[in-house]
């Protein structure tokens, strides 16, 4: 009797290493860290472009932004005002499909003190630049993510701010309707500072890029910069947008709700026309 217990407490371990090691044993610990997740009104993920198209005051002015509007009064008040007074907050860089890094990691805000050490952590990293543009590369490292947040948002939302199209990487299209298909709302912040020339992988209309192959979700929406002057502000008003799960109405764009306007492979096609491959 005793072997035979003890055979079946072997095959029992063995059978849960198994499952353990195909994922199997997964959903349950997805359940317990679901259980366990603190409540937040938002899980906010900010996914910023380091691509070597930004130059370094933009890349100033763009980190100055995300500090000061983090900071804010106005951006404490629309956290204040939320179900739970409290949101999560990720901010990583991206640029092409394998380079993405985390900046400052998961953090609940919930008042001054939160809101400047999550500030503080973007502050004190240093600048960097890096090649290619992969926005699908950003959105597929970006899903992940929040299943290892923590916490448990009312509302999951990915932030891309970026100054091109994607033109290396997964296409932005199949990975914007992954996420949009697992409850995650992407918007975006189009960088339109330099003037697309022969030299360039800019485009002329990257708002509307952004509108009809980026973005998605419930309430998605899309708030262009067109001066460097505004960039800040900019930031600020799409933070507290977010939070306050907000849009501005003539930017709101559903997805699938019609025909692209422009080409969604417009950067690999741009990429490919410029160097073959």
Request: charged share 20%; proline share 6%; aromatic share 8%.
């Amino acid at each position: 009797m005793r072997f035979r217990f003890l055979t079946a407490a072997i095959a029992a371990v063995l059978t849960a290493g198994l499952l353990a090691s195909f994922g199997l044993a997964a959903p349950s610990r997805l359940k317990l860290a679901q259980v366990n997740a603190i409540p937040v009104d938002t899980e906010l993920v900010l996914a910023v472009d380091v691509s070597y198209s930004m130059d370094p005051e933009e890349q100033q002015i763009q980190r100055e932004g995300y500090i000061e509007a983090i900071t804010s009064r106005e951006f404490m008040a629309a956290i204040r005002a939320g179900t739970h007074g409290k949101v999560a907050m990720i901010y990583f860089e991206w640029a092409g499909p394998e380079d993405q890094r985390i900046i400052a990691p998961w953090r609940a805000v919930e008042g001054p003190e939160t809101a400047d050490a999550f500030a503080g952590e973007i502050a004190r990293a240093p600048y960097r630049r890096a090649s290619r543009t992969s926005i699908g590369g950003a959105l597929m490292f970006a899903k992940p993510l929040f299943a290892a947040s923590g916490f448990r948002g009312l509302r999951r939302v990915v932030d891309v701010s970026g100054d091109g199209p994607n033109n290396s990487g997964p296409l932005v299209v199949p990975q914007r309707d992954d996420l949009v298909a697992a409850g995650i709302t992407i918007n975006g912040l189009p960088l339109m500072l330099n003037r697309p020339n022969s030299f360039s992988m800019d485009i002329a209309n990257l708002d509307i890029y952004y509108e009809d192959c980026v973005i998605g979700g419930p309430g998605a929406f899309v708030i262009p910069v067109r001066d460097r002057v505004q960039f800040k502000e900019a930031i600020r008003t799409k933070l507290i947008l977010e939070i306050a799960a907000l849009t501005p109405g003539a930017r709101v764009q559903r997805v699938q709700a019609r025909q692209p306007r422009i080409s969604c492979t417009i950067g690999e096609q741009m990429w490919r026309d410029r160097w073959g491959n």
